[in-house]
């Protein structure tokens, strides 16, 4: 809104009568010090005053007002509004040219401020709305945005910008935002709003718009594309690593179950070889059913279907129950957990599994030495930390032990690569994270933080059952 809006003639006019009854009494105190014809250029001071703040018009009639006051009170005879000396015509015909000159140069200077100040706001109205567009999460988000900051630019409330086609109502007025001849979306503006700012929105601000809008649009579209072949990139590669698996990690128990039944098929075969072969048969299925378990959970943590169902439970059990489910033996984990730490609200059976991944991990790099198991709670979060003494991660492998399928250099074999993002994955699952910490030549930490619910202070574990 321009100064001429917030300040109307009638206050420009009592200006200008309360300024030049200010100057007449400061002039006329000086009649015996100066000649009056040369006091004419003070009443200057009001038009130029009210020319600069409030317009050409009521400038012009400060210009006639003081004429008027500097006539009666300055040029003789004084106290009347008469002229003797023909020299004083020229004299009150010179200071009103003069004083019309001055308001219209004022109003002209004080135009091309505030379209100085206009064109300011205007640049900084289209950079704040290129910065949201170009750099916000989403369009509709970022519209909302701009939205706003072109009712604080105009003072018009409220204005909407919506990406889709809006007809004008009995409350807003539809202006088009249309780009190669397509309508991109629409903004809407009062329907009471002035002439003066619809016409600056609508000429000025809705070009920048509407070349924003279709950048910002273009943006996302690229995005999602981009995200699309990330995505397809991923299961590309992950398709590739099943099929390996497949060929690779099934075919290896499949083998050895099937060479082992061949051999037991023979009569002349010895009890003790007999034995061992169904040994053999039976240490291969259980690898060949913890594969299809492993692709199984790891198929549905990545199509999001691993929802947890929640219980009280005790993080003692769960750690108990992972080593006793694990593939090494259990003598392998030296568990030291307190009986008095907070019970958590998770699927027991998630963390068990992720819990069990992460020991037999550690089981196998731990060399002979045992894999050490201690808990702890501080504040809203309990931390599970499980330490081997092994060769340790290099540090570029730390974040890429978890993704499915990678091995890293020096692992031992039998792993499918698979656990450790299950591990993760259903430690995220239940609110939690899971890293790992390691000292190359000292050995790997992997530290589970799973969170505590807000009433678990109340609630402890004693002989593994979580009361309160």
């Not at 004419?40 to 050409?56: D, M, N």
């Not at 075969?269 to 299925?285: F, G, I, K, Q, Y």
């Not at 008095?340 to 002979?368: G, K, M, T």
């Not at 201690?374 to 499980?386: D, F, I, K, P, Q």
Request: aromatic share 4%; with cysteine.
């Amino acid at each position: 809104m321009t100064r001429q809006g917030r300040h109307s003639i009638i206050a420009g006019l009592t200006a200008a009568v309360l300024s030049v009854t200010a100057v007449t009494g400061a002039t006329y105190g000086l009649r015996e010090f100066a000649p009056p014809i040369s006091t004419g250029v003070v009443f200057l001071l009001p038009v130029l005053l009210v020319s600069s703040y409030w317009g050409l018009w009521p400038g012009l009639g400060t210009s006639v007002l003081a004429a008027a006051a500097f006539n009666f009170f300055q040029i003789e005879p004084t106290g009347a509004f008469n002229v003797a000396d023909g020299g004083n015509w020229i004299a009150l015909g010179v200071f009103l040219v003069a004083a019309t000159v001055t308001s219209t140069l004022a109003h002209a200077a004080r135009e091309r401020a505030e379209e100085a100040e206009r064109r300011r706001r205007e640049a900084d109205l289209t950079t704040e709305m290129a910065r949201l567009l170009l750099g916000g999460s989403s369009v509709e988000e970022s519209l909302r945005a701009v939205g706003r900051q072109i009712t604080a630019a105009y003072g018009v409330d409220p204005v909407a910008v919506e990406l889709r086609w809006v007809d004008s109502d009995d409350h807003a007025r539809a202006v088009p935002l249309v780009v190669d001849g397509e309508r991109i979306g629409t903004v809407l503006v009062p329907k009471g709003t002035e002439r003066a700012s619809l016409e600056a929105i609508r000429d000025r601000v809705v070009p920048a718009l509407e070349t924003l809008v279709a950048a910002a649009k273009r943006r996302s579209e690229l995005e999602a594309q981009l995200i699309e072949t990330k995505a397809l990139r991923r299961s590309d590669a992950v398709q590739k690593a099943i099929l390996r698996a497949v060929s690779h990690d099934l075919r290896s128990p499949l083998t050895s179950i099937t060479a082992a039944v061949r051999e037991l098929r023979s009569a002349a075969l010895s009890e003790p070889a007999r034995e061992e072969l169904t040994s053999v048969a039976a240490s291969e299925a259980e690898r060949l059913s913890r594969l299809v378990e492993n692709l199984l959970d790891l198929s549905r943590l990545q199509a999001g279907r691993a929802e947890p169902r929640t219980s009280w439970c005790s993080i003692g059990e769960i750690v108990r129950a992972a080593a006793a489910s694990a593939s090494a033996p259990v003598e392998r984990f030296d568990i030291a957990l307190s009986d008095e730490l907070p019970a958590l609200n998770c699927d027991a059976a998630q963390l068990e599994r992720a819990v069990a991944n992460v020991l037999e991990n550690s089981a196998r790099f731990a060399r002979d030495l045992p894999v050490q198991v201690t808990a702890g709670a501080a504040g809203r979060w309990l931390t599970l930390r499980v330490s081997d003494h092994g060769s340790g991660i290099a540090g570029d492998e730390l974040e890429r032990i978890f993704e499915p399928f990678h091995r890293s250099n020096g692992e031992p074999s039998g792993g499918s690569g698979l656990g450790l993002a299950i591990a993760r994955g259903f430690v995220e699952a239940n609110g939690g994270r899971l890293r790992a910490e390691s000292v190359p030549g000292e050995g790997s930490t992997f530290v589970f933080r799973l969170p505590l619910p807000s009433d678990a202070a109340s609630r402890t574990t004693v002989g593994d059952v979580a009361v309160t």
